[in-house]
């Protein structure tokens, strides 16, 4: 059995917007099947809906090649839109380090 490849993503930033999220896409290399990878936003109290959206597409395209991703934290308006918009099911989240 192979171990899986994880990827450690940070993001440093307060707010997240759809031209970051597509940097983050683009940093995570789809080309390695079998990739996990966790994006951690404990320090994003902000983010769009096209944001959001735009890592459900990551995570599907992760998922097609055997891999995973999970976002690690969010607080704020980022986490109340993560929450009204009910994404649990299709962008899996764990509490940061601060919870």
Not at 29 to 56: C, D, F, K, N, S
Not at 77 to 99: K, T
């Given at each position: 059995m192979v171990a899986q490849s994880v990827k450690t993503i940070r993001f440093g930033a307060g707010r997240l917007d759809y031209a970051q999220a597509c940097e983050m896409a683009g940093r995570v290399?789809?080309?390695?099947?079998?990739?996990?990878?966790?994006?951690?936003?404990?320090?994003?109290?902000?983010?769009?809906?096209?944001?959001?959206?735009?890592?459900?597409v990551l995570r599907r395209e992760l998922l097609r090649g055997g891999g995973d991703l999970c976002i690690v934290g969010l607080s704020g308006?980022?986490?109340?839109?993560?929450?009204?918009?009910?994404?649990?099911?299709?962008?899996?989240?764990?509490?940061?380090?601060?919870?």
């Open positions: 290399g789809l080309a390695l099947p079998g990739r996990y990878v966790q994006l951690h936003l404990e320090r994003t109290t902000e983010a769009t809906l096209a944001a959001l959206a735009r890592l459900i308006r980022a986490e109340d839109l993560y929450r009204l918009s009910r994404l649990e099911r299709i962008l899996p989240r764990r509490p940061g380090a601060s919870a």
